[in-house]
């Protein structure tokens, strides 16, 4: 799943206590496996303007936002291979797509100092990053995560999100996931991943547990815990 280069679905955000996510756990048993990557160490770069353009606009809630990053599994020396990623969300649907890159030459890319892969995802990057004209990496942003898959479809998949830290300093993947939380420490948040809908047993624990779909944004929340911020903005727009 972890290669998969194009993604299209959309996706549903909780936040949970850690009792809720046993709760939730122990109702997945007989529906959910471990994802191949059961659990994953996520280190991200965010990238964006100095003004921090992206960001603000996705905070805006519009119709179409995107977020441009680059993303490792675990920790990534420069030579090693990273995921650059262009994130776009429309009406609700979320697109996402992905190359595969030594990290040093996906930064000389974004900087104009190397040419981009010649494939048509490398290009739709590449598009990106020139009409910002001035990204680079402005939020190391990391978590952990445990991740599961329906055993009967794999389009169907539920993280959990912990640990979720970010700073605006030392911007490397190869590095330890320190900097400020965003949670508190019994906080999880929860993404469900569909193509279609919820099967009836996950919508019956939901309404059970009286849980509510938020619009959460790991960068957005980070951004707003800047003192760059203008402030004013929902902890969960």
Known sequence: M???????????????????????????R????????????IRN?????????????SLEAPVYKEKLRIRSYGRAREEEPVFVELKKKYRSVVYKRRIFLPQDEALACLEGAAPWPRTQIAREIAYSSRFY??????????????????RDDESFRVTFD???RFRREYLTLDSEPW?????GP???????????????WMARVLSEQQLFKVSFS???TAYQRMPESSGGVSHYA
């Open 133 to 150: 004209q001035t990204l680079s990496p402005m939020v190391f942003l990391s978590y952990e995560r445990d991740a599961y898959h329906a």
């Open 30 to 41: 007989p529906y959910m496996v471990p994802d191949e990557y059961a659990h994953s160490s």
């Open 2 to 28: 972890r290669q998969q280069m194009i993604f299209a679905r959309r996706e549903f955000k909780y936040l949970l206590t850690r009792q809720q996510q046993q709760i939730i756990l122990s109702a997945m």
């Open 45 to 57: 770069l965010y990238l964006d303007t100095p003004e921090f353009h992206l960001i603000r606009r």
């Open 218 to 220: 790991k960068y957005g």
């Open 162 to 164: 912990t640990q979720i």
């Open 179 to 183: 900097g400020a939380p965003i949670l």
């Open 186 to 200: 019994d906080q999880v948040l929860m993404e469900l991943k569909v193509s279609g809908g919820f099967p009836l």
